[in-house]
């Protein structure tokens, strides 16, 4: 059961990969089923990153607000770095913070060490274990639990879910 789960996560992942690359047209659907589904049958018993993944309709529920949620924070980041370029009289304060997560999958901990690097004012230099070093535009607390709840926090609580 779970190779199966693994096979279809990676051939759907293929597949939505090849439409937002190709379109929607019929060629381009059956050239990309089929191309999805031949590298499926060759690496989907690689695909070990795809078993961490819940499938239960709360964590699809929640990957769906973690979408939200992501570019929301993305969105306040840019406008953040944003009034800091326009406005140089703006404090900054840079500097590397080390967090910890609670997440336990390694797909839960690559996407969450992503999401913060993709997010302006925040980078993920060097992650060890459960704790991840970071570097911040505006360094507010060294402390690791505030650190943690002022960067990690907010995408934690849904990726938890997602991940288990």
């Known amino acids: 059961m779970k190779t199966l789960k693994q096979h279809l996560l990676l051939f759907i992942s293929l597949i939505i990969v090849w439409i937002s690359l190709a379109g929607v047209h019929a060629q381009e659907l059956i050239a990309g ?3 999805a589904l031949i590298i499926t049958l060759i690496f989907g018993s690689k695909a070990h990153i795809f078993a961490d993944i819940n499938l239960h ?3 699809i529920f929640f990957f769906i607000l973690y979408i939200f949620v992501f570019l929301w924070e993305l969105f306040k980041a840019n406008l953040d770095v944003a009034s800091r370029v326009l406005s140089p009289s703006l ?4 500097g ?3 967090v910890k997560t609670r997440l336990k999958s390694k797909m839960g901990r690559t996407i969450l060490a992503n999401s913060i ?3 302006p004012g925040t980078l993920t ?3 060890c274990g459960e704790y991840y070093y970071i570097h ?3 360094v507010r607390s060294a402390n690791i639990e505030d650190a943690t709840n002022k960067i990690v926090h907010t995408f934690e609580k ?3 879910v997602i991940f288990g």
Request: glycine share 4%; proline share 12%.
């Open 91 to 94: 404090p900054i304060s840079p």
């Open 117 to 119: 690097t993709l997010t």
């Open 33 to 35: 089923g089929i191309v």
């Open 158 to 160: 849904y990726l938890e």
């Open 96 to 98: 590397i913070v080390k």
């Open 136 to 138: 911040w535009i505006d």
């Open 125 to 127: 230099v060097d992650t």
């Open 57 to 59: 309709p709360k964590a």
